[in-house]
């Protein structure tokens, strides 16, 4: 996902847009975010359980390792 731009005090400076990667499934939610690489936040019952780092790896295995944790894969 792209970057936004916003003004600061030095001119453009680029802010990290987070994402939505998967919604409500038995209780779970994950939410995936990049950063110098992405991250997977896990919440259960809408509290936050882990925020895994996916270093090294492509935005289409971190939205992987997000479903796995919604449907259960990872307990």
């Known amino acids: 996902m792209g970057k936004l731009a916003t003004k600061?005090?030095?001119?453009?400076?680029?802010?990290?847009?987070?994402?939505?990667?998967?919604?409500?499934?038995?209780?779970?939610?994950?939410?995936?975010?990049?950063e110098s690489h992405y991250v997977v936040d896990m919440f259960e019952n809408g509290k936050l359980i882990e925020s895994r780092p996916i270093v090294g790896h492509s935005k289409h295995y971190a939205d992987d390792c997000a479903t796995n944790w919604v449907e259960g894969i990872i307990k």
């Open 8 to 34: 600061g005090l030095n001119g453009l400076k680029k802010r990290n847009k987070k994402y939505v990667t998967e919604v409500l499934f038995n209780n779970r939610t994950a939410e995936v975010r990049e």
